[in-house]
């Protein structure tokens, strides 16, 4: 039935169509009748120009007032309301959830504006059509604080909460915000009830909804946030270190994927790797379409870097994943100093001969450790401004002095590196009355392990041999991933016991098969203290002249001088929880997040050897551990980076039929290439109203079209005759 938007204007145009019939009637021209013989006989002929002149009159007549009648239609608007389509809502009260896509793909430039506003924009128009007794819940596909969770009449709340609602980088999961939605629209007698999703239809994350019951069937109504059917993007999906030689300083190698998620390739896009606003690399990637290219870098590791690096891509239209956050391993040359406590006439005899052998470049090609060798005596008078870690080789307690053992202390607290390997010089007693702030334990006495009278009284249950390693240790964590770690074809002849760590913050890092400690850390002040139960050259043990040797001995100094270069920043993904390892002796991380926020994390009592597990990477970027604990501030900061998900890059999309037949459920798709395409801002009608203006339109334009040619036509024959 056809119904008028004005009725009003429709009768006054009705009306308006008695003035062209007035005004033909009133000029409307009569003829007298004037007899005259010569003519009578044609009194019953009609002329054949009067008759013309008639048919257009009454003809044009016709058309004026239809023309005036499709005026008034045109006006008036007519419409014919139809049964709702499958988006849109009856006159009944209705029960609805609102799923929004806050997916980080919904940030994605379509025309200049983004998918997610275009979304937010749909369902702020259908919340505007509610009407008294409608109700409605709010969720996002990424649980945000904000969302209405419950089924709410309020119109105010449910726009606040739309409105507050904002972008997360996390892994979607939109099968399960349909599965909560499904749980908030419990079966209800004469309620409209469905469920509107709101999203750019990827692909990526959606699984089966599995088996539902008859009352959980709800209509899935999928609201297209794209304005252009086809979109292209390029991304960093991952990047990492590629492992080197723990002595050398060289280039060090990225390996880096970047993915095109488009028909078209060979394009080439540029990209770069900075340290903070510093360029180091870049080059040309050329990804083929719709794969993913392996592309090799290679920056200058040889020299101090910041953890903070970034490959970055050529902008596109999601801009967020053309970036990627990447820890670097920068290995610079340190200065160390090698006190001899014994030395020999003969250098194979003296008890530094082997470390400097195994740091010196002709034995170490590449090695980045510049050493020097003195003797104790000299060892007052030697500037410390420029060593970053000093060793003592069976140095006795006196040999220092006081003012020696003073000036080390010194050192350390600043922030320097203490390497202790003892030997025959040392007296227990001694070390610990002048050495007692540096030493990780107090010393007991030496245990000859070679003699024959310890070995028949109790050599089983005392191995000389390293039989534990602390692996997770950042200076020891290489020995775990496939490098030369075998320690137990060395074996030691004596070694010192050691008194329980007491009150010290110490941790022991290798221990003999007796279960006696071989290596033993302190942090004193900034810097840090390694004790080496054992000497260093070849009268106590034969470690020296094995190939663990040499990456050992380098991997404890670069330690000691905070310059591992070790890869201990891992890469994660938003969402993933990070393990971290706490410092002996912090009982507390302050974790620096992306945004300025910072978060406390406990390490729990009596667990200290246990990770502390972090949950709060929410955001891409770097994050930063600075750990605290008995009133120090000093200890080594952890860092770490946080990247995207890298299937959220690719923005292929799904069909409707897929998704409606992946979970099972009667889905139906709007605002896009579904079955009722347009603008989804203008779906959300509680009818939906067939208008026929247009057609009143050009019916009128017809109607004067005509009328003008009529005319035209009747001046033509006029003329002719």
Same mark, same amino acid.
């Given at each position: ?29 009569r ?35 239809? +023309? ?6 045109w ?64 969720? #996002?596909?990424?649980p ?32 399960? +915000? ?32 599995? =088996?539902? =019951? $008859?009352?959980?069937q ?14 292209t993007?390029? +991304? ?24 095109? @998620? ?39 590791a040889?020299?101090?870097?910041s ?5 970055v ?11 990627? @956050? ?22 194979f005899? =003296? ?6 052998? #195994? ?51 010194? @050192?350390?607290? &600043? ?7 003892l ?17 990780? #334990? ?12 310890? =070995? ?22 290489? @020995? ?88 201990t ?27 300025? &926020?910072?978060?406390?994390?406990a ?61 099972g ?14 603008d ?9 109203r ?10 009128l ?5 005509? $009328?003008?040619?009529v005319?035209?036509? +009747?001046?033509?024959? &006029?003329r002719?005759?």
């Amino acid at each position: 039935m056809i119904e008028w938007l004005h009725p009003g204007l429709l009768a006054a145009g009705a009306g308006a169509v008695a003035v062209p019939i007035l005004l033909h009637l009133i000029h409307r021209k009569r003829g007298r009748k004037i007899p005259f013989s010569a003519v009578r006989f044609l009194d019953d002929t009609e002329l054949p120009t009067a008759r013309h002149i008639r048919l257009r009159d009454r003809l044009l007549l016709l058309l004026r007032v239809l +023309a005036l009648f499709a005026l008034a239609a045109w006006i008036a608007r007519p419409y014919r309301e139809v049964p709702a389509a499958a988006s849109q809502l009856g006159d009944g009260p209705a029960s609805l959830v609102l799923v929004i896509d806050n997916s980080f793909s919904l940030l994605y430039q379509d025309s200049g504006e983004t998918r997610f506003n275009r979304a937010t924009a749909a369902a702020r128009a259908l919340i505007e059509t509610f009407r008294e007794g409608d109700r409605a819940a709010l969720l #996002a596909v990424l649980p945000t604080e904000g969302e209405v969770g419950r089924l709410s009449s309020d119109k105010a709340e449910l726009l606040r909460a739309l409105s507050a609602l904002e972008i997360s980088y996390g892994r979607p999961d939109p099968s399960a +915000a349909v599965r909560r939605a499904l749980d908030l629209l419990p079966p209800t007698e004469g309620e409209d009830r469905r469920i509107y999703f709101f999203t750019d239809y990827q692909r990526a994350g959606w699984t089966p909804l599995g =088996s539902l =019951s $008859e009352e959980s069937q709800v209509p899935l109504v999928l609201v297209d946030a794209r304005k252009t059917l086809s979109s292209t993007n390029h +991304a960093i999906l991952s990047a990492r270190l590629e492992e080197t030689s723990p002595v050398r300083a060289e280039s060090q190698p990225v390996q880096i994927d970047v993915g095109n @998620f488009s028909e078209r390739g060979g394009e080439e896009i540029h990209l770069a790797l900075y340290d903070g606003p510093e360029l180091l690399t870049q080059g040309i990637s050329t990804p083929p379409p719709g794969g993913v290219e392996k592309k090799n870098l290679a920056y200058d590791a040889g020299r101090k870097l910041s953890p903070r690096g970034r490959i970055v891509l050529d902008p596109d239209d999601l801009p967020l994943d053309d970036e990627y @956050f990447l820890i670097l391993r920068s290995r610079p040359p340190i200065e160390v100093l090698l006190v001899d406590g014994d030395p020999r006439p003969i250098d194979f005899l =003296s008890e530094t001969f082997f470390l400097g052998s #195994a740091l010196s470049p002709e034995r170490a090609a590449g090695s980045r450790v510049h050493s020097r060798t003195l003797r104790p005596a000299g060892f007052q008078s030697e500037d410390l401004k420029k060593v970053q870690a000093v060793v003592l080789a069976n140095v006795g307690a006196a040999d220092l002095g006081a003012a020696g053992w003073d000036k080390l202390r010194k @050192f350390v607290e &600043k922030g320097g590196g203490l390497f202790l390997a003892l030997g025959d010089r040392v007296d227990p007693d001694e070390y610990n009355r002048v050495a007692d702030a540096l030493l990780p #334990a107090a010393l007991r006495l030496k245990l000859d392990v070679s003699s024959q009278s310890f =070995s028949r009284q109790a050599g089983a249950l005392h191995d000389s041999r390293i039989t534990s390693l602390d692996l997770a240790h950042p200076a020891l964590r290489i @020995f775990g991933k496939g490098q030369p770690a075998d320690f137990s074809r060395a074996a030691f002849k004596a070694y010192f016991l050691t008194e329980p760590a007491g009150g010290r913050a110490s941790s022991i890092l290798a221990r003999f098969g007796s279960g006696a400690p071989a290596l033993l850390e302190r942090s004193v002040g900034k810097g840090r203290v390694l004790l080496w139960t054992s000497a260093l050259d070849v009268g106590w043990g034969d470690l020296a002249i094995k190939p663990v040797f040499l990456p050992l001995v380098h991997q404890l100094l670069y330690y000691l001088a905070d310059a591992l270069g070790d890869d201990t920043g891992l890469s994660y993904t938003v969402g993933e929880s990070v393990p971290l390892r706490a410092p002996t002796g912090a009982n507390r991380a302050r974790i620096d997040v992306p945004g300025g &926020k910072i978060v406390d994390v406990a390490v729990p009592k009596g667990a200290e050897d246990l990770p502390v597990v972090f949950d709060g990477t929410s955001r891409p970027g770097f994050y930063q551990a600075k750990w605290d604990g008995e009133g120090r501030m000093d200890f080594p900061i952890a860092w770490f980076a946080v990247n995207l998900p890298p299937e959220e890059s690719d923005l292929t999309p799904a069909t409707v039929e897929e998704l409606s037949s992946l979970l099972g459920i009667n889905a139906v798709g709007v605002g896009g290439d579904g079955e009722e395409a347009g603008d989804p801002r203008a779906l959300f009608t509680r009818h939906r109203r067939e208008e026929h203006w247009k057609v009143a339109a050009g019916f009128l334009v017809l109607l004067l079209f005509l $009328e003008s040619l009529v005319g035209a036509l +009747a001046g033509w024959r &006029k003329r002719k005759s």
